[in-house]
């Protein structure tokens, strides 16, 4: 079903079950709107209103003719203190089926309509219980699969990030208020807004913003797995490094040279935090088409990772050659390269490698080192910082940051090129609405409808 805002306003009172679909021990069936006391009790065999508020009732739930359907409970929540902000049921019945589909039967036989995805968030953001920030927040919460995710999406339903949205949309309403007012009096040749003191707000602003923007980088793959590409030369041990990592086979170990030549993927969690090894083709000069795409596309993967680990295998490398390779590819300045000599249980020299950021010594193998590659790349993240700081991780909030910047650098340009404060005033609006856009604060139609579409039914 279509998610769509006139639909979310339409008075009507809403049901969907809550819990994952398919059997199980118990399921909660969540009615939500203004007759949902009314249309609960039509279903239930004890009367429900608001004198049950925060209560929780034992009755059954009863057919159309009276036959007991199920058991159950049914937390009463009355609006606006409840999730949607109006009047709420849980049902919580037992998990068969046939009894779930039942209760939702029987309520839509009542009077209630099917909720749409994400519709019970949608009705909290419309009726002020979250702004949008926390309503994407609660999709990122029910889809974290690890501690990382977990604590970005808690840290943006608590509101930090909103906050500072508000404080930035604050100190710009105060000067566009004071610009406006400059319009009203353009005859007179009255300047209200203190040119220096909004120069100086501006450059506070842009570095805020800026700041916020450079976070999503380092968020976004906290969110989805940070991406590690593992280069070297031809049986340099990279594809046992990776089984090494996800404790499995997941790639071809062979003796034979160029036995990877497709890129492979896997995901494990290291100290809460979700990283995506990437095993590569080996580098190295070759006729074949096929490895030579391979090796194309282990380049380009590098390009794209947070980190390289460029294992090195001692009876091949020596440190001079390693920094030349690691040199060769021309990697972007924000990509990390860690030189790692491998198979080090069978003895060689393992200097450290200029141009990498770090070099230590482990065996893929053996298990050797591998704690200490594993706390390297957590620390080399930031990821301890990430946990206490504002990290933006959805991609529609940064895109609104950098057009709300792009809009203040205009600004600053205008004043510095002594523009008209008319025409100030349309980028510093602009500004407003880009940074209102991230919370809710102004929004379209179209955009609520494509952002609770992504919600499960339910919730």
């Known amino acids: 079903m279509k998610n769509s805002l006139p639909q979310a306003l339409d008075g009507s009172t809403i049901v969907a079950i809550s819990t994952t679909p398919g059997a199980g021990g118990i399921a909660v069936v969540r009615i939500s709107g203004p007759d949902a006391f009314r249309l609960g009790s039509a279903v239930f065999s004890k009367t429900i209103s608001s004198e049950n508020e925060r209560k929780v009732v034992f009755g059954r739930i009863l057919s159309e003719t009276g036959e007991m359907i199920d058991e159950g409970l049914a937390l009463v929540l009355c609006g606006p203190r409840s999730y949607t902000g109006e009047d709420t049921i849980e049902f919580n019945i037992h998990g068969s089926t046939f009894i779930q589909s039942e209760v939702v039967r029987l309520l839509v036989l009542a009077g209630c309509r099917l909720a749409g995805p994400g519709e019970f968030t949608q009705r909290a953001f419309l009726n002020g219980r979250l702004d949008l920030t926390q309503a994407e927040a609660v999709a990122d919460l029910i889809a974290s699969e690890h501690s990382g995710a977990h604590r970005l999406a808690i840290s943006q339903l608590r509101g930090g990030f909103s906050r500072e949205i508000g404080a930035l949309r604050e100190a710009l309403i105060g000067f566009a208020g004071l610009l406006e ?271 609770f579409s992504h919600f499960c039914i339910g919730k």
């Open 181 to 451: 007012l400059e319009l009203d009096f353009s005859e007179e040749d009255v300047e209200f807004a203190d040119r220096a003191r909004f120069n100086e707000l501006l450059h506070d602003l842009l570095t805020r913003i800026s700041s916020l923007a450079a976070s999503f980088r380092a968020g976004n793959a906290i969110k989805s797995g940070i991406p590690i590409a593992i280069l070297g030369a031809p049986n340099a041990g990279k594809s046992t490094l990776l089984n090494a990592f996800v404790g499995d086979d997941r790639a071809i170990v062979s003796d034979i040279a160029g036995t990877t030549r497709d890129i492979i993927e896997d995901t494990c969690v290291i100290g809460g935090t979700l990283f995506r090894f990437i095993d590569t083709a080996g580098l190295r000069t070759t006729s074949d088409s096929i490895e030579s795409e391979g090796i194309r596309r282990a380049l380009e993967k590098a390009g794209a990772a947070h980190s390289v680990l460029y294992l090195l295998d001692p009876s091949q490398d020596t440190a001079s050659s390693a920094s030349a390779a690691i040199a060769a590819l021309n990697l972007p300045e924000e990509v990390s390269v860690i030189a790692v000599w491998n198979k080090c249980d069978l003895g060689g020299n393992h200097p450290p490698v200029a141009g990498a950021s770090h070099t230590l010594e482990i065996s893929a193998s053996e298990g050797t080192g591998l704690k200490e590659l594993q706390d390297l790349l957590k620390s080399s993240h930031g990821l301890e910082a990430s946990s206490s700081s504002l990290v933006v991780t959805n991609q529609r909030h940064f895109e609104a940051l950098i057009l709300a910047e792009k809009s203040l650098l205009a600004v600053q340009s205008g004043l510095k090129g002594d523009i008209p404060s008319d025409l100030v005033a349309i980028d510093v609006r602009e500004s407003l609405h880009h940074l209102g856009s991230i919370t809710g604060a102004v929004h379209a139609d179209d955009i609520l409808g494509h952002i």
